[in-house]
């Protein structure tokens, strides 16, 4: 699937950055363009891959390229104000050639997490290709204002999008990592997960193609409808051996036999199908009551089948209690083979009831302080008896 990414503030940025750097490592042929857009100039500059004529400064007239902070409401009203600068580095992107747009934000801070809804809402009332969001939570950890933001932000981006995908920091922070080395592996997760996801069905020159293609469509099918989305995944290395040679490596010759070998590479596509579904996902949420679900293998294509692919769909169908469940192959020459598994319209997401609650005692707390700081400088300007009176 070809995407158009525009990553929105620092995170946005950083994540399509490393999209680009992961399409270019596995030849995954993924980003079709990529833009980045930002109100601080020095996060702009700090970025490697895209473009510089694709980096978009906005709101210098308002905050002179310094950033809005993690004022949500003034990244929202500079997005709005300077959409036209956005719209001209689109407008240079060959979008008959893209499948859909993937615009990529933090829902914490100020300017992904503001603009990236104003920037869905304008790409959705002009282009009818799909406009999906990839929106990540703040860890919980990082305060009331961000999750306040965040909270705030995921309303409105849903609304605004085809469907959003979310990644919560909180459930991939390490313990003992440096924010930034944290967020270098977290970005890697994230590029890996996706990308084998909407890599699928987008065969480059010299690869195989699929015996069950999943082809951009079925992506298209299984995001549409809306909502909120997330992504599991599992893997085993594998021995890459591009004569085939797999039969060698469980009957110690080429002649062996065929059904061992078959059951085998069918166990372990559904353990790993299981081990997706039931393991660290994007969003953490509970799967049952997911409305739609794909299921992508990838691997060495001697590693893959049908039958392993078909129980693991079922498997999934029983699980989620949905009867749209797909699922194909993604053959890659990589050492491993991998289940990616995009649930799409989940709702039971505690997750999600839990950042909602802390927000709203956050903004309670920010009314609270507000109107005392009001009462106490007022208590501090006025003399005691009311004397002395203003110049004007
Ligand atoms: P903005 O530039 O004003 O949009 O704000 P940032 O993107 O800097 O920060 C927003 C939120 O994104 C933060 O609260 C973090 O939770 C998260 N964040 C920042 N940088 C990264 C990153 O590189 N990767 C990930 N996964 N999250 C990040």
């Not at 961000?146 to 309303?155: I, P, V, W």
């Not at 069950?212 to 085993?236: C, M, P, Q």
Request: proline share 3%.
């Amino acid at each position: 699937m070809k995407l158009a990414m525009i990553g929105f503030g620092q995170a946005g940025g950083k994540i399509v950055d490393r999209f680009l750097d992961y399409d270019d490592r596995t030849n995954s042929g993924i980003v079709r363009a990529a833009i980045a857009v930002n109100s601080a100039k020095a996060d702009l500059m700090g970025l490697e891959n895209i473009p510089q004529e694709n980096r978009v400064l906005i709101g210098q007239a308002r905050v002179k390229g310094h950033g809005v902070g993690a004022d949500n409401e003034l990244g929202a009203e500079v997005a709005e104000e300077d959409i036209d600068e956005v719209q001209n580095a689109i407008d240079a992107i060959p979008t008959h050639e893209v499948d859909a747009f993937l615009v990529v934000a933090g829902m914490g801070g100020g300017t992904g997490s503001g603009g990236a809804p104003v920037l869905a809402k304008h790409l959705k009332r002009i282009y009818t290709i799909p406009v999906y969001g990839l929106g990540v939570l703040p860890g919980t950890d990082e305060g009331g204002i961000y999750t306040l933001n965040a909270a705030r932000s995921f309303q409105t981006f849903v609304r605004e999008v085809d469907n959003l995908l979310v990644f919560d920091n909180d459930s991939w922070r390490q313990t003992g990592e440096s924010v930034e080395g944290g967020y270098d592996q977290i970005n890697e997760e994230i590029v890996r997960r996706f990308g084998i996801l909407f890599g699928a069905g987008e065969v480059g020159d010299g690869q195989e193609v699929a015996e069950s293609v999943v082809d951009s469509s079925e992506i298209i099918n299984t995001l549409s409808g809306g909502g909120v989305s997330t992504v599991g995944f599992a893997s085993e290395e594998v021995d890459l051996n591009t004569s085939g040679g797999l039969l060698s490596r469980f009957t110690g010759d080429d002649g062996g036999n065929d059904n061992l070998d078959a059951a085998n590479t069918t166990n372990r596509i559904t353990s790993l199908v299981r081990k997706a579904a039931l393991g660290r996902l994007t969003l953490p949420c509970e799967i049952e009551g997911t409305e739609r679900a794909l299921l992508v293998l990838s691997g060495p294509s001697e590693y893959l089948n049908r039958k392993g692919i078909e129980r693991g769909r079922k498997w999934l169908e029983e699980e989620t209690g949905s009867m749209e469940v797909r699922g194909g192959d993604f053959p890659r020459q990589e050492p491993e083979v991998a289940a990616a598994i995009l649930l799409s319209g989940v709702t039971n997401v505690p997750r999600i009831k839990r950042l909602q609650q802390v927000a709203i005692e956050a903004q309670d707390n920010i009314d609270d302080i507000q109107q005392e700081s009001e009462e106490n400088l007022e208590s501090l300007v006025e003399d005691d008896e009311d004397e002395l009176e203003p110049l004007f």
